[in-house]
């Protein structure tokens, strides 16, 4: 007995072309199952001190003065509290304003402000983000802000590691 015989089958039972399709696949499912279940060192996550600093634009004097240094300060719609406000700022509100020239030029708009709160915060930092109160930190992201008298959407605008 020859191992194909001559009707192209494997030891007279199984169709050679058969055999070789469902090795293929098998041997697809499993390099496919290793890629997806595979886990890589990336690198260990570590809890450390951030300083986050938000931007809140466009705001009247009472909404600066409801922001106090010591404050706890959280997410507004989680309630996920984030850290304590350690420094606030406010500098004059500016929008482009046209001159009678003709000419763009940035004005202060009287009685409105640019307020800036640094919140001192434990956050994770891993490889490739920084977690604090269970969200992905980033400049550039809007991010609910309440304390004990105020609401506000800010901006983070700087993050920086303190310390671990």
Not at 38 to 58: C, H, K, M, P
Not at 75 to 98: C, D, F, N, T
Request: no cysteine; aromatic share 4%.
């Amino acid at each position: 007995m020859s191992l194909i015989d001559s009707h192209g089958r494997l030891l007279g039972r199984f169709n050679v072309v058969n055999l070789l399709v469902v090795l293929a696949v098998v041997v697809a499912a499993a390099a496919g199952t290793h890629r997806l279940l595979r886990v890589e060192e990336q690198g260990l996550a570590e809890t450390r001190t951030i300083l986050l600093t938000f931007e809140v634009a466009d705001v009247r004097q009472p909404s600066v003065d409801a922001v106090a240094v010591g404050e706890n300060v959280a997410g507004y719609e989680s309630q996920i509290p984030l850290g304590v406000v350690v420094e606030k700022w406010a500098e004059p509100h500016r929008e482009p304003v046209a001159t009678a020239a003709g000419q763009i030029v940035m004005a202060e708009v009287p009685g409105r402000y640019d307020l800036y709160i640094v919140v001192r915060a434990e956050g994770v930092v891993g490889p490739n983000a920084i977690t604090v109160g269970g969200r992905d930190t980033k400049i550039g992201i809007e991010l609910p802000l309440s304390g004990r008298l105020f609401r506000f959407k800010a901006t983070i605008v700087g993050i920086e590691e303190v310390g671990g």
